[in-house]
């Protein structure tokens, strides 16, 4: 009915952030969008999102805070700009509005760099985290995915990390503001379960996707011990992307990207995309309130689609060419940003930044409240929002009429009241309320007026003659006016 609330904004003015000498596999947007951080064999790049450069790294002595329980590595650690690193997350600490970013090894380490904004640069201040494999666990120790809750960490809290490994483990930890990472448990899991996926779920307890068999399952974050487990998934899930309320799921499949409802496991979307070239992992995200869904290809972009029709809606070039393997999608306060970034290996895979300016008025774009400490914002319903336009509408007729009727009263009564019209014959009879004409009105259609004497004297005459009120023709036009508004609201 009101078009003007639907969006068809593209996204465009593409920015190239430069930086990556190799594939990038992995990219993830900071707290608050202030950084983004792009992964791979080539190591870490990371970029400041209001002045688009580089961020740099500096090593310090390990292991500023005192120690671990978990097992740390005391020896120098080369700049991440060298190291492979498969893994990523953000965290941050309000309290001390503390940017930490935490990467995964290929080796299974687990490095914490804190952003030292005096310094404007990234200094690993903790010890790193290096996990020992229990007897009997068979093979290597990659890390394969990362995830902390809760990824803004309040005053005097802490947070949770969890890292899946490709020894079918799991460690699980918590890191405050002012110390080391602290082991919680390390548990190793079934037989054939590969732990592709970890990531926490509202209440702070561990989803956990195998990459085989369309397991998933609930591990209690306290003690490990599993709460469900589900064997109904995709039978191979390369990726997998959890929605903010926890509910549903993209999983990058054999078929392409897929969307799943977590709780039943049953299959929601197919998006309409092209058949899959190379079986190689790809990431999907959610953008615009989750109203759509962004996934890389290996057709040298990532595309757009809409998340209710499962539709493709744009193309979002990549220029060096090649796969789109990783790509991260984040909500400012007036515009959508969606990374795209290459995965072509030994040679340059410049990270593509793409904006959509976000939809005044559109409640599905307005932030949720709390993003922002200096903006206050309410959602509402898109079908509120146009009732109360027809209800206004509605309004404003009735005051036009309302107007046009106190001009041309007289007119209007010699018309309605004519007995050609029948308006006004002794059978009608109407329950309607009483209009009240102002004086000026009645004064400019009193029988010594000049200008309207005769008319008056004639419509005047035909009232005594029905024996009615001459209030009655403005109600019965008020009352058709109302009904009209009414079915407008409906």
Known sequence: MISFFRSKELYKEPTTLKGPEDAVTALAFSVHGKFLAAVGPGGVNVWNMSTHQS????????????????TSATRATQLPEKGKFPALAWLYFAQRSLHILLLGTLDGQLQIWDYIDERMTFELNRKIVDITLPPGSIGHKQVLSLDVYPREVAFGSHAQIV???????????????????????????????????????????????????????LLDVQTGYTLWRKSDAPEF????????????????????????????????????????????PKHACFSEWKTKVIGGTDRACAEVYDIKSGRFEQRLKYPNGGMVQAVAAYPMQDRFLVAVAGANGNRASDVILWSKNVQVGDPRTIPEPGSSDKYHTIRIKKRYIRSMTCILCGIWIMLIQTFIIMQFSDTIRYYACHQKLGFCSPSLSLAVPMVIIPSYTK?????????TASR???????????????????????????TLSTLLVE
């Open 456 to 482: 008056y004297q004639a419509v005047h005459a035909i009232q005594e003659h029905n024996g009615l009120d001459d209030t009655l023709p403005l109600a019965m036009i008020a009352l058709g006016t109302l």
């Open 443 to 451: 004064e400019r259609l009193s029988p010594g007026s000049q200008t």
């Open 163 to 217: 890292a899946s490994y490709t020894s079918r483990s799991v460690l699980v930890g918590t890191l405050r503001a002012d110390g080391d990472f602290k082991q919680r448990y390390f548990t190793t899991l079934e037989a054939g379960f590969m732990p592709k996926t970890v990531c926490f779920d509202k209440n702070g307890n561990l989803l956990v996707f195998s990459m085989y068999g369309g397991i998933v399952t």
């Open 237 to 280: 899930m390369a990726t997998v992307t959890l929605d903010e309320d926890c509910k549903d799921f993209i999983a990058c499949t054999t078929q392409g990207f897929e969307l799943w409802d977590l709780n039943r496991m049953v299959l929601l979307k197919e998006f309409e995309q092209a058949p899959i070239s190379l079986s190689l």
């Open 55 to 70: 961020v740099p790294f500096s090593s310090l002595p390990v292991g500023k805070f005192g120690t671990s329980s978990a």
